[in-house]
């Protein structure tokens, strides 16, 4: 089913911008506590990134009208969609994962395609597949629902492995493999999945190559009080998903991620994410701690979170926004149940030892 469609992305120009100067007062009251705030104004923001980081907040700013509470989750949605990830959103049924997905959809606009999970959904279904072309002596390909600018995956975790492994190469490479030829899929190209924690009836977890492909894993939880009020009156919720727009086009979007690219991480903060991946190995709760993929999945998701913040350039308290979300899915723990649940906890500890650079 397309919703919206767009012609063809250009490529936007490449930027360079200039180193951030980190040698300035250390400001009271950092966000997090995890590290020095640069003072608004000293450094100068490009306007390529003020644009990047108004695309960022816009697509946020759309999903509250929709989904009750959860800014923090949109948040790390926003920073996939910019970075160029991919989001798992893990759950029990019912409090909005698919909710969530289509809205961020929808506010892309593009292409977008919907596939439901299922047992017997075989990988054809998914990437395409051959099919006889007019007179029946030769093949033609015909592309599957992945190709789209926007695929929301609904209980992935109730394919099968193998319908599960034709999603690595798509989230990976953004291209498609099928008898011996590789098919480019869109760009820009978006997969939100979505799963249920794996003690439920008729799921398969998820394999370590396929989990690890997703930048972000988020977890919504049960509504607060006040905002499951709002759902039930009406004020959001699935009823108000036909009210959203499009708060960007394609050409846009992909221009915006091109400048998210440049956005620079200081050597300081470089070695902190990597001093983060080795606590993570060396935990005593973790039998394979977090990859350099996991690592660069923290660097461009922290660039997205401080463009959003107006901001050229990535500071600690970026890191510690994402840090959980990148990498908790990634971890194979000893006691661990297969959810990322166990994953956040050893990802926030880790998070509290390691010391944050100074300015």
């Given amino acids: 089913m397309t919703l919206f469609t767009r012609g063809t992305a250009p490529s936007g120009p490449s930027i360079e911008l200039p180193p951030p100067d980190l040698?300035?007062?250390t400001p009271l009251g950092s966000p997090t506590g995890l590290g020095p705030t640069p003072i608004a104004g000293t450094t100068p923001v490009p306007a390529e990134v003020e644009a990047a980081g108004a695309l960022g907040r816009a697509v946020i700013d759309t999903v509250a009208t929709v989904v009750a509470g959860r800014?923090?989750?949109?948040?790390?949605?926003a920073a996939c969609l910019l970075s160029r990830g991919h989001l798992l959103i893990e759950d029990i049924p019912g409090v909005g994962k698919t909710l969530l997905a289509q809205v961020i959809a929808?506010?892309?606009?593009?292409?977008?395609?919907?596939i439901q999970g299922t047992v017997d959904l075989l990988p054809g279904d998914v990437t395409g597949t051959l099919v006889p072309d007019g007179d029946g002596l030769r093949l033609r390909f015909r592309p599957g629902p992945i190709f789209a600018n926007?695929?929301?995956?609904d209980e992935l975790n109730r394919t099968n492995p193998r319908t599960q492994s034709a999603l690595l190469e798509a989230a990976e490479e953004g291209t498609v493999s099928v008898d011996g030829r590789s098919h480019e899929l869109p760009d820009p190209f978006l997969l939100v999945a979505t799963q249920n924690p794996i003690d439920m009836a008729g799921t398969f977890r998820?394999?370590?190559?396929?989990?690890?492909?997703f930048a972000a894993v988020v977890s919504p939880g049960r509504a607060e009080f006040?905002?499951?009020?709002?759902?039930i009156a009406g004020r959001r919720g699935r009823r108000r998903l036909h009210e959203v727009h499009p708060v960007t086009t394609i050409e846009a979007l992909v221009h915006a991620r091109h400048t998210i690219d440049h956005v620079a991480v200081p050597?300081?903060?470089?070695?902190?994410?990597v001093e983060l991946l080795e606590a993570t190995r060396r935990h005593p709760r973790v039998r394979l701690g977090a990859s350099t993929r996991g690592g660069l999945a923290v660097a461009g998701l922290a660039r997205a979170i401080a463009a959003m913040r107006g901001r050229a350039f990535v500071v600690p308290d970026d890191v510690a926004a994402v840090v959980v979300p990148a990498l908790a899915h990634r971890l194979l723990l000893i006691d661990g149940d297969g959810s990322?649940?166990?994953?956040?906890?050893?990802?926030?500890?880790?998070?509290?030892?390691?010391?944050?650079?100074?300015a």
């Fill in 226 to 231: 006040d905002d499951e009020v709002a759902v």
């Fill in 71 to 77: 800014r923090d989750v949109a948040e790390v949605a």
């Fill in 206 to 213: 998820l394999g370590e190559g396929a989990v690890d492909r």
């Fill in 150 to 153: 926007v695929v929301v995956f």
């Fill in 340 to 358: 990322t649940a166990a994953g956040r906890e050893v990802v926030t500890d880790c998070l509290h030892q390691v010391r944050p650079p100074a």
């Fill in 23 to 25: 040698r300035q007062p």
């Fill in 106 to 114: 929808a506010s892309v606009g593009g292409t977008f395609h919907r």
């Fill in 267 to 273: 050597d300081a903060v470089s070695r902190w994410i």
